[in-house]
């Protein structure tokens, strides 16, 4: 059996934020994550692509920020159950925990964390005739490595963060970007749609908005895409690879037969302290939901701060928060 203070369940940014954050408490921490590395959405999705909105960061690639968040929390030596899913848990009665993993892993904890961003999830697939004949070979629905693309013609679709974000940074990779939008507007950052728009304007890259997709076609390997605009005409656009990016559908898993409250997919919380209606779990990142929530890494890691202090009393339970700093490790702490 594992013993830690703090079990957080999900190894992407905010779960590892707030490994920082309850180290400086010291609280030890034990992260347990369904994916063989940690990182999350971030490593397993798409590590390359750029990210805008980290403070002191202009731009940095999703992994650049997980191997720097590592570097980070790397004085206060968490430990990792990675490749292994959480099934269910078991209240002590003495209030902490028992987590139990999928392959047999039991973690005894004072306090549960669910920072597991969109639980189990897989991608939104379009519905497009012959799809299945090229998604083995020439339909991507995340980038891992944008070089896969160096000199090719590439489709985009979609119209949010990640379609915008994609056909900027290959714009200057890919041999032809051509960025496709059932609507005439976006909903992605307006910053990211004026550089979209830039670039179509410059001539860089070729979009289509309000065009519908069709199929796929192709002797051998994927040569078309045909799509229908305003006018109901026939467009066939070359290309040699497809990347819809229409976002994740979101599963919780073994999540949603816990007990707690739940809303479309999401768990509810308190933003006092980002508790769920269970004691000593909670919930932070892109897994919860309350009023006003937007889905940012930068508001996952202020929920991980505030749910570190709340935490605090499970953890130590005869004694009150001190704010006298002291140096660990060269890491200040409380």
Partial sequence: MIKTDICIIGAGPVGLFAVFEAGLLKMRCHLIDVLPQVGGQLSEIYPHKPIYDIPGYPSIKAQELIDKQMEQIAPFQPTFTLGE??????????????????????????????????????????????????????????????????????????????????????????????????????????????????????????????????????????????????????????????????????????????????????????????ATNIERIYAIGDINTYPGKLKLILCGYHEASLMCQSAFKYVYPNQKLSFKYTTVNGVNAF
């Fill in 85 to 274: 899913r959480v099934e269910s848990l078991q209240k002590q009665d003495d209030g902490s925990y028992h987590v139990f993993g999928s392959d047999g892993t039991v973690i005894h904890c004072q306090v549960v964390v669910i920072a597991g961003g969109l639980g189990c999830f897989e991608p939104r697939k379009p519905d497009l005739v012959n799809l299945e004949l090229y998604e083995k070979s020439h339909v991507h629905y995340m980038v891992k490595d944008p070089e896969r693309f160096r000199d090719r013609r590439v489709v985009i679709a979609g119209g949010g963060d990640s379609a915008l974000d994609w056909t900027v940074y290959l714009a200057n990779v890919a041999k032809e970007v051509t960025l496709v939008h059932r609507n005439d507007s976006f909903r992605g950052a307006p910053d990211s749609a004026d550089k979209v728009y830039r670039l179509a304007q410059e001539g860089k890259i070729n979009l289509l908005l309000s065009h519908n997709l069709v199929s796929l076609s192709g002797n051998g390997h994927l040569e078309h895409i045909h799509l229908t605009n305003k006018q109901k005409e026939d467009i066939a656009v070359p290309t040699e690879d497809f990347i819809p990016l229409y976002g994740l559908s979101p599963k919780l898993g073994p999540i949603a037969e816990w007990g707690l409250n739940i809303d479309k997919n999401a768990i509810q919380v308190d933003t006092f302290d980002y």
